[in-house]
Each structure stands twice: as structure tokens, then as C-alpha cells.
């Protein structure tokens, strides 16, 4: 299988304070890869170093070859990258309906709107109301659903299951089987290792700005006593 | 409130809405006097909220807060500071403009009658300064005092913000991730300091370190979905099913 | 004839028509602001500069070009927001990062410099603009007369209001524009330029503001200082509205005219005023305006920056005491009027920059406490007949209750809005002072009598006079640095670099706060009232907004948030106007300038930047104090 993103020696800065100290790792296409690591270790930053959307990065960032170190946020949006953040950056402003039309489309491809609601049907009922209007859960949807929508091959899911209910983080884990299923990359941020164990190919353990561990997800079990103290368990 | 205790920190019933969603609900807690307390729980528990209605920086939806017996809900940030309840930051607050002995100073002029002298100079005075020069001899600032605290280094801004805070002679200090953004020598270093610090007072903090939970506090609250799952000591909640099927996602229901 | 409360009805309905169609202005300008503001963070000073040009650009199509009204209607607004697009990608997009002050500023001095070029050009007086033939006459409604044209004008500005309000509320494009207001990064990380909407977002703000210009051409006089004026109106809308809602502009642009026009029907003295009246109960009442959300952030972010440790004692007393020598000494060599009258200038910057620099609460209204005191100080010495050291203790003790007044509604504010609040109230008192019979209205008061101080010394002897003004100024000037260096002064810097910091310690910000700016009133009045003796004439001009103008300015120039850099900025603008004179309405436009290279170029003024080369040649740690320190952000996870 290729390599679909290929992250060499990314180092990362917020203002002054420098966050990421020179990672490595790859996602192959088709794969769900986790970043797992206490508070602090720069997983969120990662995914916002790999979108542009910090102040100043270096290093490498492959997609499928082409480099995206120097370039902006939108194009590498276009480039077939969606991000789904860890406050889910549902737009107060916007109703349901508009919040996930909001991003253009960047390859043919994307899912239908009607896809998209028999994948999360909680949303349907709620298209005409207020975006923060919705549970915690649905606003995992909604996010998630989102970037469904526009045709990119490539998902960073930033803790999508934070501070939700074990009901609907099992429906969301479900969803990102399907979505594996359904030829999708995703690159999946978590602080929970149990939901983490279950989805992914390999998980790359994190600590201070660098990846200090790769675990093949059939390892996952037995590693789990090393894992916790990693994570501070 | 059977045994009639009085608390250095209580809450009833109190909660926190934000467009619908209740980051803390009905959450009844206290805070022993003397302890030294630390509230853990996954992202997104609503930690952080239920530290910041405590420390007077959000205003509660509904409940009710006390210290030492006293309703102090509509209360604000600085009577609280007046009444010895002291809060540091997250993300270090230092005053980037001043220089770290003048931060210190500053937390040291309300004490001493001085925050309202418009013509003085503070140094004429001399117990103020002497008390100064201790803070920075023991938390191991001397050698910064004349740098500008906007220059120091992250983990001497967290120091120094501890300074300026216990400078005050809290009698309940609380402290919101003392140890975040900060490296494994660091975290000894204010651990040893936040021990130090709790001698004689009242401690409070949200931490995600676990390591350093276990090794500060002696009673832990958890809490998940804005909700006390549990509470007791160290042994005790990590030991709970409950709390780390909360903390690892695994099934359990 | 029918009245209604006592006013003939007919006036009652000129009036609220009159009223509607201000209201329109103010609708479709605020409408602007906050659409501009919205996306950047910016207050778009240079909006009622554009407004005149939109206006200006009718005028000159018509008379230069034989281009007439429907044509111009579409033309200028396309040439003003072209133009717009350039100033956006060339000078306010190296702004975004830095506190929302700095746009302010360069939009402020962008419309000093446009403004005085066309009083150049075309003389302040204003031009008429024929109504197009196809609106002139009218109809009878019954009840009142109404011109075709203020139909019109209503009836297209509704339209254009809802039309805006459809497109940023209903569309997909208005929809991008709504999510790039609350979180560009994640709109950007969608795919979409938003950098490049921003950019489309001010030349679309800017021509709806040229196409109100070109509407109200036949309405009002043509004139470069049309759009001045209005512009604080239009201000104080946008602080009683809030800047939150697109809906909330429209309808609070409307009530406001509204009810100017009813003041207007039936207390005509208070119709000027009446909207910043509004303005202070709602600050009272409800801070975050009708139709705002909420207040904004309460600082929370923290502010990187580094300030210079004040020097020495010793030094400092050593440099107070060279200047004392040199001022002392000056009237040998200088002009002496010239000397006296920067020294007054020099006051004001440095009680100016006792808030702004040190408390960073940058008014936009200084200009209200130099010019009362002025007015109270010479109508003391005038028609009381007081000697001039208690007429100047009246004007100060008056500067500092007006501070105390409009200091504590407007400290409910911070950053912008504290600078929009503070000129609306300097706006209410200029109107006061154009009004009330004492001031002398267009006149000022005149032959303001120096008299004997203490009964003593005669102040009409040159020698005397200058002694006076040099003991104010040095104790006013020492005061101040009393206070910066005091136990006090420290807390209020603390403030100024994390307020909620200093809460979480026990100060009761806002009092420091409220507290400095009264200080800082009073020694603004101390220097008005000193003015008034030396100059024998309050006037007007001091308690005009160009006058807040000009203090931002010298201390800007200067160097905010240092001791001296006020002292030098207020030297080199009175210089400038000194030796300048001869080129005009040209001295504007070399402000304006001034203002634009200050914010693009040397954020910390001159004596800032000085202090900044003097550390870098010892190779000691990088430290000028800049007041508004440039916001660096925090790292988050």
C-alpha cells in the first residue's frame, strides 16, 4: 500500500514556545492510525501543524509526495484534508443544515447529504435549528458529518469523543469502522485508549512533541501496562 | 451536611450552562480544610468549569458556593482574593511588563497597606522588600529578579506565578494544571514546591498528571460529563472499575 | 392645525422624516462597521472619510465629468471599494495580529489624511448636488408633504439594509462570511481563502458606505467633512446596538434617527445630544448594547511585551531636573509663546498617556476634559472675576468630575469600545459647548483676563507668565512621575498586562482603572485651564475630536507608555504647526500620515524606539515599552 501522508522531522511553534520537537510517522491510505499521549504531548497540535494552522512549522509533510510544508491552510483543505476539531467548531451562528454544507467541495466523490444523515439520522430531525443547539453527541456528528460531505480522502479527527457518553461514542467508533470501510485515511487523535484499541491499525504513543513508540494494533493488548504509564494511568 | 463540618470550599447543587449543555451539573462538593485535593477526570468532564465557578471567573447557572460556612456565590474574584482564596492560571499568568521581583512586590502591596499610595516608592519600604527577596531565595528566582517576567522560560513563569500567589499567604490555594506544558524536570521541581505550599493551607487543584495526583493529593474527586463520579483516595478511585472504564473508554456499563 | 403634546403636527412629521432619513445614514454606515468589523477586528475610522468621498465622488462626476446621478450611484461605490481592496491588501492586513487599536488608528489617520486633502482641494465649505430629475417635486400625503427624493432615499436604503442582511443571513457566501466571524482558522482549514474574503468583505463594507455618500448628496451639503462628524453618531449606534448583529445595526440605525427627530419636535436644545444621552443609559443598563451578545473577552489573553525597567531614582531626578534647566533657560533662544504653548500641549499628552500608555485605556475623547476646564477656567476668571490660580482650580476640579462621570460609564468597555465610548461623550460636550450661551458659542469666550496670581504676581508680564506656565507643567510633569513610579503606578501597569491576573489578587481592577482616569482628567484640565489664561480664549477647537486627535497623535509620535515620549511628540506637532502654518489643511494630511507610518512602522514612538537602540547597543535583553504590546498567541492544548 503507498503512503498517503508522510510526516518527516515536523517541528512546530505556538508564538515563541516551540511544541513540536521533530516527528515521524506515516499514514498509508486507507489505514486509521492514533496519536495517543497524555495532555500536552502536541497531538492536537499535530493534526493543526499537518492543516497549517500554526504560526510557524518546519520539517516534512508528504501528501502522496507533494509537500505541504509551505503552503496554506485552504489549499491544503483542497489538496483533500479535512480536519475535525477537538471543540468540534460547530458555528453558533449557523443552523444544522448550514453548518454542513459549510465546507466546499474539494474532490467529486463526497458523501450526499442523504448519505450523511442515514449515517447519523439524529441529525435530520434538527437541520432547521441553531448549531450549539444540539447535544454534545450530535455536535460530534455534526462535525464529523461536515467534512463527509466534501470529497476529502484524508480525516483528522481530533478527540472525537470527548466528554460524550459511552452510548453514542460507541455509535461514533462504529462510524469510523464504516468509514474505514468505505476506503477512507484517518489520522485519529485520543486521550481514550479503549475506544482507540478497537479501530486502529497502529497507534504511535507520543511524549513532549515526539513519537517515542510505534504499536502495530494486534500488540495493542499487550502493551497495555506500558501504555498506561505512558499516559500517565 | 448531616455532620455539620464546616468546609474551606462547598458547593450545592451547583451548576453551569453554556447554550444548553451543562459543562458542570448539580455537582455538591467540599473541600476539606487542610487537604490537599486534586479533581481528575477525562477532557471534557468539566473540570476546568467547575475550577473556574470556584475561583469566581464564570458566574453559576444555579447553586450555590461556600467558604468556611459563608455564602460567597455573587461574590467576585477579588473579595474573594481579600477573603484568602487564591487561584493561578492554566496557561501562565505572570505580568509579562514587570520584572519578577516586581511581580512579587506586587502581591505583597495590598498586605502592607500600600496598593493605594499614589506618590511612594516601594522602595522605601523595607519589609516589603526583605519579604521579597525571601520569596525569590526560595522558590529559586534570585538570579531573575531583574528579568522581565514576559522573557522567562515556561517553567520559571509557572515558579513564578506560585510566587506571586503564595506571596499572598493564601489559606486556600487552588491551582488549575500546575503542571501543563511543563517537562519532566520541571514537574519535580513544583510538585517539591506545591508539597511545600500546602503545609498549614488548604489545596486545590485540577491536574491531568496522574503520577503527580497520586503523589500530591490525598483525596481525589472524579469527575466525568460534568457529573462527581467518585471521590476517596488514590487507592480507592483508581482502584474503582467505574473510574477507569471513564478514563480508558472501555466497555463497562 | 392639529398638534400633538403642543407641536403642530406638520412639524412633528417633517421632523420624524428628517429623523428616518438620518436614521438611514446611520443604518447603512453602522451596518458597514459591523459587517468590517466582523471579519476584522477593525474599526473602520476611515468609514465616514469614505461616506464624504462616495459623496465627493458624485459631485466631482457630475461637475468634471458630466456624470449624473444614476451612473454615479453605481460608480463610486465601485471606485471607493476598489480603492479600499488596495488600502486592505497594502496596509490593514499587516494588522490583524496586533491589539484592535492599531486598526483604529491607521483607519483614523488614513481619514485625517483623505479629509485634509480634500479640504485642499475643494475649501470646507460645502457644495450642493442637484436632486436627479426623476425624484425632484413631490407628493401630498394628507397629513404632510413628501419629497420624492427622501422617499427614495428611505425607501433604498431599507432595501439595500434587508438586502445585505439576506445575503450575510440566508446565503451560502453569507454563511462563509458568518463562520469566518467566529473561527477563521477552522473556515480556512475547509478550503476556503479566507483571507481573500476578508479583503472582498472591507471593499464591500466600504462602498455601501460611498453609496450612502452618493444618496446623500442631494440630501445634505456636499462637503470634505461631511463624513466626520457622523461618523461619532454613527459610533455611538454601534455601542448602543452592539457590534453582535447585522439585524440589530439596521434597526438601531433607524430608532436612533427616530428619535433625534422626535427630540427635535419637541426639545430642539437636546436633539444634538440625545444620542449619546441613549448611549450612556444603555452602558448603564446593558453594557453589551441592545442586540449585543455579549461583553467582549475581559482580556484574558495574556500580553507578551517587554518594558523597560524605569531607571534610577537618581537618574530620573537628574534628567527631571537637565529639563527643568532647559525650559528654564529656553525663552533665551525659542520664541517664547511657542514654548508655553507646547508645554501646555506636553501636559495634556503626558495626563493622556498616564491612562493610555500606563492603564492602556486609550481614549478617543481627551479633548472633552481640555476644553471644559478651559471654558470653566476662563468664564471663572472672566465673569466671576476669580484670580487665575482658583479659575484654573475650577477648570481642573471640572475636567476631573467630567472624568469621573464619563470614566465610570465607559471603563464598563475596554480596547475599542472604550475608544468609541470616550469620543461619543467628548462629542456630547462639544455639542454642549456649541450650544450653551457661557461658552460663546462659535466665538469661544475671549479676552480671558490673566489677572494676578495670589493677588501678587502680574501674569500680563511676559516674564510672569512664563514662570507660571513653566511651574504647572514641571509639577504636573513630576506628578506624573510620581505616580508612574508609585505603588500605585505598578498596579495599574499589572492591569494593564493581565487584568483578570490582577483580580485573581485581590485588586479591584476597576477602580485603579477609574482612578487613573481621573488623574489623568484632571492634569488635562489643569493644562486646559492654564491654556485659557495664557491664550485668553476658550474656543471650540479644544473640545473638538481633532483635538483628541492631535494628543493621541504627540503621544503616539512620542513613544505611548513612556515618561518623555509624550513630552517630545507634543514638541514636534506644535513645532509642526508652527512652522507649518502656511501649508493649511496640508498639516491634516502630514498627521494622517504621521499616524499611518507610527502604526505601520514604529509602534513604540520615537523615545521608545530610542530606549530600544540604547538596549540593543549595551546587548542587554530587547525592552521598549510599547503600551499596546503585540498580542502573541498562546499556546493552547
Known amino acids: 500500500m503507498s503512503e498517503s501522508l508522510a510526516v518527516c522531522d515536523l517541528q512546530a511553534w505556538y508564538g515563541e514556545s516551540k511544541v513540536l520537537h521533530g516527528m515521524d510517522f506515516s499514514v498509508r491510505a486507507g489505514e486509521v492510525v492514533t496519536l495517543l499521549g497524555r495532555n500536552g504531548a502536541g497531538k492536537t497540535t499535530t493534526l493543526k501543524a499537518i492543516m497549517g494552522l500554526l504560526d510557524k512549522r518546519s520539517g516534512s509533510i508528504a501528501l502522496d509526495g507533494h509537500e505541504l510544508i509551505g503552503a496554506a491552510p485552504y489549499d491544503i483543505a483542497r489538496k483533500g484534508i479535512a480536519f475535525c476539531p477537538e471543540e468540534r467548531g460547530i458555528f453558533a451562528s449557523l443552523s444544522v443544515r448550514e453548518n454542513l454544507l459549510l465546507p466546499p467541495k474539494v474532490a467529486a466523490g463526497g458523501m450526499t447529504v442523504a448519505q450523511i444523515l442515514t449515517l447519523f439520522p439524529n441529525l435530520k430531525e434538527r437541520l432547521d435549528s441553531q448549531g450549539t443547539k444540539l447535544s454534545g453527541g450530535e455536535q460530534q456528528m455534526l462535525a464529523l458529518g461536515r467534512i463527509l460531505h466534501t470529497g476529502a480522502r484524508i480525516l483528522l479527527l481530533d478527540e472525537p469523543t470527548e466528554g460524550l457518553a459511552p452510548m453514542i461514542i460507541r455509535q461514533i467508533g462504529r462510524t469510523i469502522t464504516e468509514l474505514k470501510a468505505l476506503g477512507f485515511t484517518i489520522l485519529l487523535v485520543e486521550q481514550n485508549v479503549g475506544f482507540a484499541a478497537g479501530l486502529a491499525d497502529r497507534h504511535y504513543i507520543m511524549e513532549l512533541g515526539r513519537v517515542v513508540e510505534e504499536i502495530p494494533g494486534a500488540a495493542f493488548e499487550g502493551r497495555l501496562g506500558a501504555l498506561k504509564s505512558y499516559l500517565g494511568l | ?253 | 392645525m392639529t398638534t400633538i403634546l403642543g407641536v403642530p403636527s406638520a412639524v412633528l412629521y417633517g421632523q420624524l422624516l428628517l429623523g428616518l432619513i438620518n436614521g438611514a445614514f446611520y443604518a447603512m454606515l453602522s451596518l458597514g462597521l459591523a459587517v468590517i468589523f466582523g471579519m476584522m477586528n477593525i474599526v473602520n475610522f476611515a468609514h465616514g472619510a469614505q461616506y464624504m468621498i462616495g459623496a465627493m465622488g458624485a459631485w466631482l462626476l457630475l461637475n468634471y465629468l458630466g456624470v449624473g446621478y444614476w451612473w454615479a450611484l453605481i460608480l463610486a461605490p465601485l471606485i471607493v471599494g476598489a480603492i479600499s481592496i488596495v488600502i486592505e491588501v497594502l496596509l490593514l492586513r499587516r494588522l490583524y495580529k496586533l491589539d484592535h487599536l492599531y486598526g483604529m488608528l491607521l483607519t483614523f489617520g488614513l481619514a485625517l489624511m483623505v479629509q485634509g486633502a480634500f479640504s485642499n482641494w475643494f475649501g470646507s465649505s460645502g457644495q450642493p448636488y442637484t436632486i436627479p430629475q426623476a425624484l425632484m417635486g413631490g407628493r401630498n400625503l394628507g397629513f404632510m408633504f413628501l419629497p420624492n427624493y427622501r422617499a427614495w432615499v428611505i425607501v433604498t436604503s431599507v432595501v439595500i439594509c434587508l438586502g445585505t442582511w439576506y445575503v450575510i443571513e440566508r446565503t451560502k457566501l453569507g454563511a462563509y462570511l458568518r463562520a469566518a466571524t467566529e473561527n477563521p482558522m477552522l473556515v480556512q482549514a475547509f478550503g476556503i481563502r479566507v483571507p481573500r474574503m476578508i479583503t472582498l468583505t472591507y471593499g464591500a463594507g466600504v462602498a455601501l458606505a460611498a453609496l450612502a455618500g452618493v444618496l446623500a448628496a442631494p440630501v445634505y451639503q456636499v462637503s470634505p467633512l461631511m463624513g466626520a462628524d457622523l461618523l461619532i453618531v454613527v459610533f455611538a449606534v454601534v455601542v448602543i446596538g452592539g457590534m453582535g448583529s447585522i439585524m440589530g445595526a439596521i434597526v438601531t440605525g433607524f430608532l436612533v434617527g427616530i428619535v433625534e427627530g422626535l427630540t427635535k419636535a419637541f426639545y430642539p436644545e437636546a436633539s444634538t445630544t440625545v444620542v449619546f444621552v441613549v448611549m450612556a443609559v444603555v452602558l448603564l443598563i446593558r453594557p453589551a448594547g441592545l442586540f449585543g451578545s455579549k461583553l467582549e473577552a475581559a482580556q484574558g489573553q495574556p500580553q507578551s511585551g517587554l518594558s523597560a525597567t524605569a531607571p534610577s531614582m537618581r537618574t530620573q531626578t537628574l534628567i527631571f531636573l537637565a529639563l527643568a534647566c532647559c525650559l528654564a533657560a529656553a525663552p533665551l533662544v525659542v520664541y517664547p509663546g511657542f514654548m508655553m504653548k507646547a508645554m501646555i500641549f506636553a501636559l495634556f499628552a503626558c495626563a493622556f498617556n498616564l491612562v493610555a500608555g500606563y492603564g492602556r485605556l486609550v481614549s478617543f475623547g481627551h479633548s472633552m476634559f481640555l476644553g471644559s476646564a478651559g471654558y470653566v477656567c476662563g468664564h471663572a476668571a472672566k465673569i466671576w472675576g476669580l484670580s487665575p490660580e482658583l479659575a484654573i482650580l475650577a477648570g481642573t476640579a471640572t475636567a476631573a468630575m467630567l472624568g469621573l462621570v464619563t470614566g465610570w460609564l465607559a471603563i464598563r468597555r475596554s480596547g475599542i469600545y472604550f475608544a468609541m465610548v470616550t469620543l461619543a461623550f467628548a462629542q456630547m460636550v462639544y455639542f454642549v459647548a456649541l450650544q450653551a450661551r457661557f461658552t460663546g458659542g462659535e466665538d469661544g469666550l475671549q479676552a480671558v483676563p490673566r489677572g494676578m496670581l495670589f493677588g501678587l504676581i502680574d501674569l500680563s508680564q511676559p516674564a510672569n507668565l512664563y514662570g507660571f506656565v513653566l511651574v504647572i507643567f514641571l509639577g504636573g510633569f513630576f506628578l506624573i512621575m510620581r505616580l508612574v513610579g508609585s505603588p500605585f503606578g505598578r498596579v495599574l501597569k499589572a492591569i494593564s498586562d493581565h487584568d483578570v491576573r490582577a483580580q485573581s489578587l485581590g485588586f479591584e481592577t476597576n477602580r485603579y482603572k477609574l482612578v487613573a482616569f481621573v488623574l489623568s482628567a484632571a492634569l488635562a484640565g489643569l493644562a486646559g485651564s492654564t491654556k485659557a489664561i495664557v491664550s485668553q480664549l476658550a474656543s471650540l477647537t479644544d473640545v473638538h475630536w481633532s483635538m483628541s486627535g492631535e494628543v493621541l497623535l504627540m503621544t503616539f509620535l512620542g513613544g505611548v507608555g513612556t515618561l518623555y515620549g509624550p513630552l517630545v511628540g507634543a514638541f514636534i506637532v506644535v513645532a509642526m504647526q508652527n512652522y507649518l502654518a502656511a501649508f493649511g489643511q496640508w498639516v491634516t494630511v502630514i498627521h494622517g500620515l504621521i499616524f499611518v507610518l507610527c502604526v505601520l512602522a514604529f509602534r513604540r514612538g520615537i523615545v521608545g524606539e530610542l530606549i530600544e537602540l540604547w538596549h540593543r547597543l549595551r546587548r542587554t535583553p530587547p525592552a521598549a515599552s510599547a503600551a499596546l504590546r503585540e498580542v502573541v498567541v498562546a499556546p493552547q492544548e
Open chain 2, 1 to 253: 451536611m448531616t455532620d455539620g463540618a464546616v468546609y474551606a470550599l462547598e458547593t450545592r447543587d451547583l451548576s453551569r450552562e453554556f447554550g444548553g449543555f451543562f459543562a458542570v451539573n448539580g455537582v455538591n462538593f467540599r473541600l476539606a480544610r487542610n487537604s490537599m485535593h486534586a479533581v481528575i477526570g477525562p477532557n471534557g468532564a468539566g473540570k476546568t468549569t467547575l475550577f473556574n465557578l470556584l475561583t469566581k471567573f464564570l458566574p453559576p447557572s444555579a447553586g450555590m458556593i461556600l467558604h468556611d460556612g459563608q455564602d460567597v456565590t455573587r461574590l467576585s474574584m477579588p473579595a474573594m482574593a481579600k477573603r484568602s482564596v487564591v487561584r493561578s492560571f492554566q496557561i501562565s499568568a505572570v505580568f509579562a511588563g514587570l520584572t519578577v521581583r516586581e511581580n512579587i512586590e506586587l502581591a505583597l502591596l495590598r498586605e502592607h497597606g500600600l496598593a493605594w499610595n499614589l506618590l511612594g516608592r516601594i522602595a522605601h519600604h523595607r519589609r516589603v522588600l526583605e519579604r521579597a527577596d525571601a520569596l525569590l531565595e526560595r522558590f529559586g528566582l534570585t538570579d531573575y529578579a531583574g528579568t522581565m517576567a514576559g522573557s522567562l522560560s515556561y517553567g520559571r513563569k509557572r515558579v513564578l506565578e506560585l510566587a506571586t500567589t503564595l506571596a499572598l499567604e493564601p489559606s486556600v490555594l487552588l491551582l488549575d494544571e500546575p503542571m501543563a506544558g511543563l517537562g519532566h524536570e520541571d514537574i519535580g521541581r513544583v510538585t517539591q514546591l506545591i508539597r511545600e505550599a500546602g503545609k498549614g493551607r488548604t489545596v486545590l487543584l485540577v491536574e491531568h498528571n496522574m503520577n503527580v495526583v497520586a503523589e500530591l493529593a490525598d483525596t481525589i474527586t472524579v469527575m466525568v460529563r460534568g457529573e462527581v463520579l467518585a471521590q476517596g483516595s488514590y487507592a480507592e478511585v483508581s482502584s474503582r472499575a467505574d473510574v477507569m472504564a471513564a478514563y480508558t473508554g472501555q466497555a463497562h456499563e
